[in-house]
């Protein structure tokens, strides 16, 4: 039982490159998150897709785009990486409409941006 | 959207000491969870608690909803319980979820 799934769990990249990161979910959950946690501080809300088929922004969606392919994938992509992206970033999935809703995390991306 | 406070920013306790976490958010909320962050950095759900109490083992947690506050309990802390504590709450008619800029506990031996 995997549950949420996040590639890749460290990456490096050059200022200006893009890349997307990856997350998914075995839980059949209908909605998903993609979080930021600078060092020391709490995380931060980029984007979440309620349910498949829609996406909105959190608080911090600047420099960021996310694609929700289906109901278990939710992907993130920094078009034009910049040092300020440097952060762990956080992929979570939760059970919407049950009696019960607790929010599960994957493991994290370590992202540096030189 | 909402504002989530938690406090206080850092505790430090002895081994065996109990102590209380206070989380309190600006709207009505649907959704309102702790989170452990341990030093490996996972993120371990230990509450789903929009309103009422709970209790699980040496934790305990209690939401007024009607006055906008949570607060986590810890009993007889042990050094395991390090970590940062979190809270998050989704507001009403709206599904995005917020954190807290979180309590950072640290239990001595």
């Known amino acids: 039982n995997a549950g949420v799934t996040q590639t890749p769990k460290f990456q490096v990249l050059k200022t200006g490159q893009s890349m997307t990161l990856q997350c998914a979910q075995d839980?059949?959950?209908?909605?998903m998150y993609w979080y930021r946690q600078d060092p020391g501080m709490g995380l931060r809300l980029i984007y979440y897709?309620?349910?498949?088929?829609?996406?909105d922004k959190g608080e911090v969606p600047n420099g960021y785009n996310v694609s929700r392919l289906n109901k278990r994938e939710f992907s993130l992509r920094l078009e034009s990486a910049a040092p300020s992206q440097t952060s762990v970033y956080f992929c979570?999935?939760?059970?919407?409409?049950?009696?019960?809703?607790?929010?599960?995390f994957g493991d994290g991306t370590r992202l540096s941006i030189l | 959207g909402i504002q989530v406070e938690q406090s206080p920013p850092d505790l430090i306790l002895q081994e065996g000491a109990n102590s209380t976490l206070r989380c309190n958010f600006s709207?009505?909320?649907?959704?309102l969870q702790w989170f452990h962050q341990n030093p490996w950095g996972q993120l371990i759900n230990l509450f789903y608690i929009p309103s009422g109490t709970k209790q699980n083992g040496r934790l305990s947690a209690t939401t007024v909803a009607t006055e906008r506050y949570s607060l986590l309990y810890i009993s007889s802390s042990q050094t395991t319980d390090s970590g940062v504590y979190f809270c998050a709450v989704e507001a009403i008619n709206n599904n995005d979820m917020r954190f807290g800029a979180g309590t950072r506990l640290t239990v001595k031996p």
């Open positions: 839980m059949n959950h209908n909605s």
């Open positions: 897709s309620a349910s498949e088929g829609t996406t």
């Open positions: 709207d009505s909320v649907n959704n």
């Open positions: 979570a999935s939760l059970v919407r409409y049950a009696l019960n809703q607790p929010q599960h």
